[in-house]
């Protein structure tokens, strides 16, 4: 798929996820299995991608006034320091918007 697609589709999603009304809360879970190397995951998100995604996704519902709580999952790789180095893009992207 590559990042400014799925970038795309996630933005019209986000918007349809609130249409009918908004959370209390939001629980992302902010996979990395989309990651372009991951040996499972298809859709070839690059780490740019990964991040981008992740400030969309919280920069949207921070913008509603929607808290968000954000877990890990996701992401195979035999290289386990990549695959723990692509975990923490959410920590530093999370990091971004704090107060």
Excluded: K, M, W
Excluded at 47 to 52: N, Y
Aim: charged fraction near 25%.
């Amino acid at each position: 798929v590559g990042d400014d697609a799925y970038l795309e589709i996630l933005q019209d999603a986000l918007s349809q996820a609130i249409a009918f009304g908004a959370p209390d809360l939001v629980f992302y879970n902010a996979g990395v299995d989309p990651h372009e190397d991951d040996r499972l995951g298809r859709l070839a998100l690059s780490s740019e991608g990964l991040a981008r995604r992740d400030r969309t996704v919280i920069g949207f519902f921070r913008r509603h006034g929607i808290p968000v709580a954000c877990v890990q999952g996701g992401g195979y790789s035999s290289d386990a320091a990549e695959a723990a180095r692509r975990h923490t893009i959410i920590h530093h992207v999370a990091a971004e918007f704090a107060p």
